[in-house]
């Protein structure tokens, strides 16, 4: 049981990351200077897979 939570929650978490990501892709150049975010550094995330 305690492994299948676990899958649960790992299966959640990429969700989560996939999700932000999807976000983060759709911000403006100002509201990422707002949150300390270059643009470069928004290409190399959102170019990560969902499980990293």
Do not use: C, Y
């Amino acid at each position: 049981m305690a492994r299948l939570r676990g899958l649960l929650r790992a299966f959640a978490d990429s969700l989560e990351r996939a999700r932000t990501r999807r976000l983060l892709g759709q911000l403006n150049d100002q509201q990422l200077s707002d949150l300390g975010i270059s643009h470069a550094d928004r290409l190399n995330e959102v170019d990560k897979p969902f499980w990293r």
